[in-house]
């Protein structure tokens, strides 16, 4: 457990900098370059994620059991990740899709860490899980909540993304659509051995 903790310690703390100060990053990456603040930056996600992957998969071997919902929640995720890759694509494809959403990404991720929390249906929802999916909700909740304080004072920064489009909702709808059955029916199991719908 300690191995996830520190993932996402490191992780989500390197992806809340903006969160904590919103002009800390570009002070940071003032003082040190900016390619070197992006390759910092970079190398301390990376080291995160692995983290993250490696400590989730060894408290699988010993889980701590938390909370047990009915075998119904489990369809219920499955729903709400259907908008979750249609979300992540219209972030960089500027349409209607991002107009409504705002900040898709970031619903993406919540919908994503929420869904996951009440698809432990099966096999119960452990600590590790708690950590995990719940620790990625709280921090798009804060980041969420963050954005619009930057927002008022001025300090968004620009996110990059493909020109504005007609073609855009159709693509991230499509896309989005297209990730999500491809997970579904075979990356989920192949990345995590879990399959979605037994």
């Known amino acids: 457990m300690v191995w996830l903790v520190l993932g996402l310690v490191l992780f989500l703390g390197v992806h809340s900098i903006a969160i904590v100060s919103p002009t800390g990053r570009d002070r940071l990456a003032a003082g040190m370059g900016e390619n070197t603040f992006k390759g910092l930056y970079a190398l ?38 259907l908008p979750v890759f249609v979300l992540l694509l219209a972030a960089y494809l500027p349409g209607r899709i991002k107009t409504a959403a705002k900040h898709p990404m970031l619903l993406a991720v919540k919908l994503w860490a929420l869904a996951h929390l009440l698809a432990q249906s099966v096999t119960g929802g452990t600590l590790a899980d708690v950590l995990l999916f719940g620790g990625f909700l709280a921090w798009a909740v804060a980041d969420r909540i963050s954005l619009k304080r930057r927002a008022l004072a001025g300090a968004l920064r620009p ?16 896309g989005g659509l297209a990730l999500y059955a491809l997970f579904v029916f075979w990356a989920h199991a192949w990345l995590f051995g879990v399959r979605p719908f037994g």
């Open 44 to 81: 301390v996600s990376f080291a995160g994620l692995g983290l993250i992957v490696w400590g989730y998969g060894l408290s699988r071997e010993t889980p701590v059991l938390l909370y047990a919902l009915p075998g119904g929640f489990r369809h219920l995720a499955a729903l709400m990740l």
């Open 159 to 174: 996110v990059p993304a493909l020109p504005a489009g007609g073609a855009n909702d159709a693509i991230a709808l499509v």
